[in-house]
């Protein structure tokens, strides 16, 4: 017979067959993964504020074990969702992180993205598609910017 013995997590196993003899209740925890910051403090966010988060939040960004603060995907979100919202504001800083190479391109693409929800200048849009596509990136911000070049076209008058 085999005797029981105590597992780090506190599971009883039989032996070493791996077998669980005692099961604890299990337990579901859903949570949602939200941006980085409050979302009302993107609102009062300043241009510099926003280029001092790109340099942060990089795909290498690290959360503090804080399991429901975003990563540089939902930043990207949230801010493509600020520029659809305030195109004008973000226009600047959009056409000076084309041209940034410390920044990282995904958020170029969202703020192009938020552009386009927000029926800006496609002609700009254009310019920025074509500034953007100069630039090394992966095949999957290719495929995106193409998509979302093609959606400006079809919104311009």
């Known amino acids: 017979m085999s005797t029981l013995k105590q597992n780090s997590d506190s599971r009883n196993y039989i032996g ?3 077998k669980i003899e005692d099961k604890e209740p299990y337990v579901v925890v859903m949570a949602g993964v939200y941006a980085p910051y409050q979302k009302d403090r993107y609102k009062f966010m300043s241009l510099d ?3 001092k988060t790109f340099l ?14 975003g990563s540089m ?14 195109p004008e504001f973000f226009v600047d800083l959009i056409n000076r992180i084309i041209k940034d190479k410390q920044i990282h391109p995904d958020y ?23 500034d953007i ?7 999957e911000l290719i495929r995106l ?7 400006s076209v079809k919104v311009s008058p």
Do not use: M, Q
């Not at 596509?133 to 095949?139: A, G, M, P, R, T």
């Open 56 to 69: 942060k939040i990089t795909p290498d960004f690290y959360r503090n074990n804080n399991y429901n603060k």
């Open 16 to 18: 070493n067959s791996g």
């Open 73 to 86: 995907l939902e930043h990207c979100r949230a801010f493509e969702s600020e520029v659809s919202e305030r």
């Open 108 to 130: 170029v693409i969202y703020g192009l993205s938020g552009l386009v929800k927000a029926k800006y200048n496609p002609a700009l849009v254009c310019k920025f598609s074509e």
């Open 49 to 51: 504020d926003w280029g």
């Open 133 to 139: 596509v100069k630039l090394k990136l992966s095949d």
């Open 145 to 151: 910017l193409f998509g979302i070049s093609t959606i």
